[in-house]
């Protein structure tokens, strides 16, 4: 298993708000202590056999948000990062963690990138970029970023389906599957979920923000619920295997939705989803062979084979 941190505020003594809560900035006088803080938070988990392979600056650095928050400009972003937070990881020994900027969503991911890769020493700081989903597909950011910046990573760090959509459970894992599709299409690297088990409210949360999440626990039946988007979610991380390489592929409609994989063991890995209300017939060719394949409305199915 590999770990993501990201912090969501500073203490609040470090602020110039003085609480964690509803944005606020670091104070200039804090800088090397937070990125201290940070570095001791990574080598204490550590210590308990659990090592952070990668740390984002900040949880959506541009939102001020009733929960735990800070902002920082792209500006203010890449000099913490770069000056402060990547000095510091290194000098603990803790070299080998990726740094991430952004952290917040695609709609942005390109401007931003730009605006904190001015530098040298910036490029060489920041191993790649962080985003969410909740500005929409945008899917053309993340193939702009990486074309722009084929040596950086571009991980998904955060979707969530909210609360007031748990009436539609197919609809909310299609929503997961589109996205993760769209996304790898685009470049991305690696997806996380935001939350992997929740209880049946949805929580728990400290300011109600209540979600849904692959299983989630009736606390007051013990009955464990696994949700559709389990299950969605599984033909990506079932049957993608880690090193594997992302291949061409082509639709005849855009009824079908896909990505295609080839894995170390030399299969070929197709995900296709379709989100409609209808069928489709297909099929699945690859060189000189083919095989004659039909997917009902609302279905998920992956195909693995060799040639």
């Given at each position: 298993i590999k770990f993501l941190a990201s912090p969501w505020s500073p203490p609040a003594f470090m602020k110039d708000t003085k609480e964690m809560n509803h944005g606020g900035k670091l104070l200039p006088e804090y800088k090397k202590a937070w990125a201290s803080y940070i570095a001791k938070y990574i080598e204490e988990y550590k210590k308990e056999g659990i090592d952070i392979s990668m740390l984002t600056v900040q949880n959506e650095p541009n939102a001020t948000q009733?929960?735990?928050?800070?902002?920082?400009?792209?500006?203010?972003?890449?000099?913490?990062?770069?000056?402060?937070?990547?000095?510091?990881?290194?000098?603990?020994?803790?070299?080998?963690?990726?740094?991430?900027?952004?952290?917040?969503?695609?709609?942005?991911?390109?401007?931003?990138?730009e605006k904190e890769l001015k530098t040298k020493k910036s490029l060489d700081a920041f191993s790649g970029i962080a985003f969410h989903w909740y500005s929409g597909d945008h899917f053309e950011q993340i193939r702009m970023f990486k074309e722009k910046y084929p040596d950086k990573i571009a991980v998904f760090t955060e979707g969530c389906i909210e609360k007031h959509q748990f009436k539609t459970p197919v609809k909310n894992a299609e929503r997961y599957a589109h996205d993760i599709i769209g996304n790898i299409n685009g470049g991305m690297d690696a997806f996380i979920d935001w939350n992997l088990y929740l209880d049946e409210n949805g929580g728990p949360n400290h300011v109600g923000n209540f979600c849904s999440a692959p299983i989630q626990g009736n606390t007051e039946t013990d009955e464990i619920i696994y949700n559709p988007s389990y299950y969605y979610i599984g033909h990506f991380s079932k049957f993608i295997p880690v090193g594997s390489k992302r291949i061409g592929v082509s639709r005849f409609t855009d009824t079908?939705?896909?990505?295609?994989?080839?894995?170390?063991?030399?299969?070929?890995?197709?995900?296709?989803?379709?989100?409609?209300?209808?069928?489709?017939?297909?099929?699945?060719?690859?060189?000189?062979?083919?095989?004659?394949?039909?997917?009902?409305?609302?279905?998920?199915?992956?195909?693995?084979?060799?040639?």
């Open positions: 009733r929960w735990d928050s800070c902002t920082y400009t792209a500006e203010e972003e890449s000099d913490f990062g770069t000056n402060y937070l990547v000095p510091e990881l290194e000098e603990k020994g803790l070299e080998s963690v990726k740094v991430l900027f952004w952290d917040h969503n695609k709609d942005n991911v390109i401007h931003r990138a079908l939705e896909t990505v295609a994989f080839l894995t170390p063991d030399n299969e070929r890995v197709v995900v296709v989803l379709n989100r409609s209300d209808n069928g489709c017939k297909f099929r699945l060719c690859e060189q000189d062979r083919f095989s004659e394949q039909t997917i009902s409305p609302h279905t998920i199915k992956t195909y693995i084979y060799k040639i």
